[in-house]
Antibody, heavy 118, light 110 residues
Framework: EVQLVESGGTLILPGGSLRLSCVAS????????MSWVRQAPGKGLECVSI???????YYADSVKGRFTISRDNSKNTLYLQMNSLRAEDTATYYC????????????WGQGTMVTVSS | QSALTQPASVSGSPGQSITISCTGT?????????VSWYQQHPGKAPKLMIY???KRPSGVSNRFSGSKSGNTASLTISGLQAEDEADYYC??????????FGGGTKLTVL
């Protein structure tokens, strides 16, 4: 079965660091582009980062310089390293597979909640 | 990286048709035929409904259709059913930045 399972979300203090993980099964992460999409409580979706199969990475302005997307092909896992966390980073973070055929996110994880608060 | 513009809410009665608009710019929606639409029920992950403006993934009902004119894309749902009640988001390729989403539209089936 093709699926994504995120983990790592928690309550964390402002200024702290956190690493989210997304384990893929049924396909290979480095054969697709992968993304982290977040959703603040009661708000819409925001694509915060993308990593392409060739290794190129892109970030939304809101997280540039603070977040780093990466993958471990041996573990078939996508990561999001989040530093200097702010209250406005509070959200459910989804990992999503980019479908090359249609340039769309065709597989989504269940999400992991990050709460930044003192 | 401004979000695409969607109406906050739309509503319709069972059996009717509704259309949700998604307005971007010549840098995103207007420049690429790479608009996708997602359905999200409360507490659930988004689900892909339309890709490349008007194509449906396998398993998505043909009651869902998409189109585009200039900088505005649209999602039409015909024969509304109770289970269509959800939030809907458009998304567009925009070049060298991560994908840009719309603000979301809440569909209420009356």
């Amino acid at each position: 079965e093709v699926q994504l399972v995120e983990s790592g979300g928690t309550l964390i203090l402002p200024g702290g660091s956190l690493r989210l993980s997304c384990v893929a099964s049924g396909f290979t992460v480095n054969n697709n582009y992968m993304s982290w999409v977040r959703q603040a409580p009661g708000k819409g979706l925001e694509c915060v980062s993308i990593i392409y199969s060739g290794g190129s990475t892109y970030y939304a302005d809101s997280v540039k310089g603070r977040f780093t997307i990466s993958r471990d092909n041996s573990k078939n896992t996508l990561y999001l390293q989040m530093n200097s966390l702010r209250a406005e980073d509070t959200a459910t973070y989804y990992c999503a597979r980019g479908w090359v055929v249609g340039d769309a996110f065709d597989i989504w994880g269940q999400g992991t909640m990050v709460t930044v608060s003192s | 990286q401004s979000a695409l513009t969607q109406p906050a809410s739309v509503s319709g009665s069972p059996g009717q048709s509704i259309t949700i608009s998604c307005t971007g710019t010549s840098s995103d929606v207007g420049n690429y035929n790479l608009v996708s639409w997602y359905q999200q029920h409360p507490g659930k992950a988004p689900k892909l409904m339309i890709y490349e403006v008007s194509k449906r993934p396998s398993g998505v009902s043909n009651r869902f259709s998409g189109s585009k004119s200039g900088n505005t894309a649209s999602l039409t749902i015909s024969g509304l059913q109770a289970e269509d009640e959800a939030d809907y988001y458009c998304c567009s390729y925009a070049g060298s930045i991560p994908r840009v989403f719309g603000g979301g539209t809440k569909l209420t089936v009356l």
